[in-house]
T-cell receptor, first 116, second 111 residues
Framework: NAGVTQTPKFQVLKTGQSMTLQCAQD?????MSWYRQDPGMGLRLIHY???????DQGEVPNGYNVSRSTTEDFPLRLLSAAPSQTSVYFC???????????????FGPGTRLTVL | RKEVEQDPGPFNVPEGATVAFNCTYS??????FFWYRQDCRKEPKLLMS???SGNEDGRFTAQLNRASQYISLLIRDSKLSDSATYLC????????????FGSGTRLLVRP
């Protein structure tokens, strides 16, 4: 049971390049999400998905696309990288909520992205 | 008011000390709360969940004050290994699976 895995661990891009950050989980979690973490700002939600075929925007979605074709995978695409997208990106997953309570989110190890 | 607010610290304490962090939240309808721990350059990991008035796990105690809308985390007998950033996490207003993370409180435990 690998939990949540992310690739790559590190990436350097030039402005304007595109790339896909990979995220996979083997816990059969319905809910998956992408966050970015910048110094002093905490984790901010980029996009999330409550199940295969369903995605929605979070707090900071501009410049990013996602898709959820399977329960296991939730890739994040940077369409045209900008220096403002330099950050640490975390993918997380959890069981879908039951009435009145939240579930623990499990995080991947993160991808450190630098855009020059 | 930010949805989740924390004192960024750092809190610098000697080994064996007791230290407490507070976190205030704006969503009065929230039913569950979390404290996550994040080590330097690592992913956040769940430390404690709080579903009612409080929760205790060994040296760690989380308490919830719904009237004042704050959550506290108390660490007793601090260890060097407790040095980390502690994130307060609260569900978003209209969705309990979308979580709002505080920016974290940094703890440094010195020998």
């Amino acid at each position: 049971n690998a939990g949540v895995t992310q690739t790559p661990k590190f990436q350097v891009l030039k402005t304007g390049q595109s790339m896909t950050l990979q995220c996979a989980q083997d816990m059969n979690h319905e809910y998956m999400s992408w966050y970015r973490q910048d110094p002093g700002m905490g984790l901010r939600l980029i996009h999330y998905s409550v199940g295969a075929g369903i995605t929605d925007q979070g707090e900071v979605p501009n410049g990013y696309n996602v898709s959820r074709s399977t329960t296991e995978d939730f890739p994040l695409r940077l369409l045209s990288a900008a220096p403002s997208q330099t950050s640490v990106y975390f993918c997380a997953s959890s069981y879908r909520r039951s009435s009145g309570s939240s579930h623990e989110q499990f995080f991947g190890p993160g991808t450190r992205l630098t855009v020059l | 008011r930010k949805e989740v607010e924390q004192d960024p610290g750092p809190f610098n304490v000697p080994e064996g000390a007791t230290v407490a962090f507070n976190c205030t939240y704006s969503n009065s309808a929230s039913q569950s709360f979390f404290w996550y721990r994040q080590d330097c350059r690592k992913e956040p990991k769940l430390l404690m969940s709080v579903y009612s008035s409080g929760n205790e796990d060994g040296r760690f105690t989380a308490q919830l004050n719904r009237a004042s809308q704050y959550i506290s985390l108390l660490i007793r007998d601090s260890k060097l290994s407790d040095s980390a950033t502690y994130l307060c996490v609260v569900p978003e207003m209209d969705s309990s699976y979308k979580l709002i993370f505080g920016s974290g409180t940094r703890l440094l435990v010195r020998p």
